[in-house]
Every structure is written in C-alpha cells, then in structure tokens.
C-alpha cells in the first residue's frame, strides 16, 4: 500500500477506481450520445463529465426558456433563448480537461450516424423514446432511457437482445405503475409542461450515469434487468419485470 501524504489525492480519479468494478480507461474512450440537453440531459451531461466519460454528443434543437432555470446546472439567465445543446457542450466540456463534448443540433429523428457504445435517453415525449429505442436495437447500441414527472420516474436499460421502450410501453407496466403510484396523483407520464423538479431529475439522471458506467466498464450483468421506478414522494422504488413482446418489430429478423 502506498502511504505516501497525498500521492492519492492527486489522481482525479482515484476514489472512483476503488469501485471494483469501475474501468475508467474504457469509460473515458466509450462513445455516448445523450438524446435530450433538458433537464435529465443536463443532470446526466454533469454526471457523465465528472465521472470521467470524455467522448459525449448531445443533441436537442431547442432553446433555453426561463422555466427550465430551476433545473439545468449548465445554463444561466443569460442563456435564455440560445439553443440548448450549443450551450450544454460547452459548460460540460469546460467540466474536466479532455471532455469533448459536442452538439448537435437536430432533433434525435435527424441523426444519421449512429456509432455510440452506450445511449442515454433524456426525452420528453414518447415518440422520440421510441425512435431512439428502435435505433438503438438496430445497431445492438446499450440505451438507457430515462423519465420524470414530478416527484415520479423511472430508468430502463434496453440491452442488444433483451426487451425494449417498444415491448414495454403501454403495457403491463404502465398499468402497475399507475396501480403503484395511484395515491401520488393522476395526471399521465411524458406529456408536455408536466410538474418537474430537480430532485427526481437529479436521482434519474444519476441512475442512467450509473448504467453507463457498468456498460463502459464491460459489466452489463450489473445492469438494471427490469424498470426500475421511483416515487420521491415517499422515497420508494420498486421494479416491474420486463419481457420481449413477440410482436414488437424491433425483434424480428
Ligand atoms: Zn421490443
């Protein structure tokens, strides 16, 4: 063991590589794109930086709008009206030398080339999950998708091979989602201008990193199998099996 004063404290890293099994050589070299530079992107952004990830794209083709101020470490007042991921590239890779962020500015529809290791999905509506979901499969790409609203949310991590957003959705989860949260509140999941706030982002948010570190790090059998969902009303989390649908086209051939 080296006791060396200090020797420790000069490696940036050096309290994460304690983690067994945390391989930080292929967490800094992994290709990830996070689809989304809102609030679960900004979160994720941050995460992703400091925990070491150097080759990150986001991409989002709106603006900064004041309501998203309460929730966005990476945009300030003077941001307001820019677009989103120009400006959460740049705070994030100002975050750790070597972060090379880069935006792209289009919606997830729009992205042609599609050779990331790992996909983050920070999206507010159903349909860009899905198309990203669909991308993800056909190129065997690790997606982690995450949710908000409100005080409730959720992470599913889509492996090549295993269930995805498509054979879950609208299905049996949803409806034990809203059994299990039915004392928190109606309203529906992923629509726009839903309650929101920085707690249940940040710990989404979180949860995706963490996937994307056991993914980077080789270590998939880590990985959520299920979805995990989280109400931070009563600070409760709980699983919902998830299986392929036989119908679902992002199976077949
Ligand atoms: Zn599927």
């Known amino acids: ?38 609030a679960l992107g900004n979160e994720a952004l941050k995460d992703l930086v400091l925990a070491g990830f150097r080759r ?45 962020v880069r935006p792209l500015e289009s919606s997830v529809q729009d992205i042609d080339v599609w050779d990331y290791d790992i996909a983050l999905g920070c999206l507010d509506n159903i349909a860009a999950r899905l198309h990203v979901n669909a991308y993800c499969m056909h190129h065997r790409i690790p997606y982690v998708d995450g949710g908000t609203d409100g005080m409730r949310g959720k992470v599913q991590t889509v492996l090549p091979g ?28 992923y629509v726009p201008r839903m309650a929101s706030d920085i707690t249940t982002t940040a710990v989404i948010a979180a949860m995706q990193v963490r996937e994307a570190l056991k993914i980077a790090s080789g270590r998939r059998d880590l990985c959520i199998s299920n979805i995990t969902y989280y109400d931070g009303s009563l600070c409760e989390m709980f699983n919902a099996a998830a299986d392929i649908d036989p119908g679902c086209p992002n199976h077949t051939g």
Not at 25 to 35: F, K, M, Y
């Open 1 to 38: 063991m080296d006791l060396a004063v200090g020797s420790a404290d000069g490696d940036r890293y050096d309290r994460q590589k304690r983690i067994w099994w945390m391989d930080m050589d292929a967490v800094s070299s992994a290709r990830v794109l996070v689809a989304g530079a809102g």
């Open 162 to 189: 295993g269930p995805c957003i498509q054979c879950t959705v609208n299905r049996t989860h949803v409806r034990e989602m809203e059994r299990r949260f039915s004392c928190t509140g109606g309203g529906s999941m």
């Open 56 to 100: 990150i794209d986001v991409a989002d083709m709106d603006a900064v709008e004041v309501s998203n101020l309460s929730r966005c470490a990476l945009f300030t007042d003077a941001d307001v009206g820019r677009s989103k991921c120009l400006v959460a590239a740049s705070r994030a890779s100002a975050m750790a030398p070597g972060a090379d």
